[in-house]
Nanobody, 122 residues
Framework: QVQLVESGGGLVQAGDSLRLSCAAS????????MGWFRQAPGKEREFVAA???????WYADSVKGRFTISRDYAKNTAYLQMDSLKPEDTAVYYC????????????????WGQGTQVTVSS
């Protein structure tokens, strides 16, 4: 059974940084893409960033230049480094795994974590 566990969320001030982690188990991690999504209150879940098995990355325009996705194959863990945080980044952040080479939409992903709250105060 595939399990994804996010951690690293919290309450920070605008301009601060956070690093989210997503620990994966139950799947051969190397052959799959990993992604981060977020959902703010009253809004739909949206794509944030993704990285495929070859290390290619994609970012939403709203986070490009501020967020960095990475993965550690030895630890079966994906990361989302978030710098220059803004109040509009406040949301529950979810990691997910996909078998697609270019995984950019919610429907591309088959397993999801439980989410971690990120709150950015102004």
């Amino acid at each position: 059974q595939v399990q994804l566990v996010e951690s690293g969320g919290g309450l920070v001030q605008a301009g601060d940084s956070l690093r989210l982690s997503c620990a994966a188990s139950g799947r051969t991690f190397g052959g799959y893409s990993m992604g981060w999504f977020r959902q703010a209150p009253g809004k739909e879940r949206e794509f944030v960033a993704a990285i495929n098995w070859s290390g290619r990355t994609w970012y939403a325009d709203s986070v490009k230049g501020r967020f960095t996705i990475s993965r550690d194959y030895a630890k079966n863990t994906a990361y989302l480094q978030m710098d220059s945080l803004k109040p509009e980044d406040t949301a529950v952040y979810y990691c997910a795994t996909s078998s697609r080479v270019v995984p950019l939409t919610i429907n591309d992903y088959d397993y999801w974590g439980q989410g971690t709250q990120v709150t950015v105060s102004s």
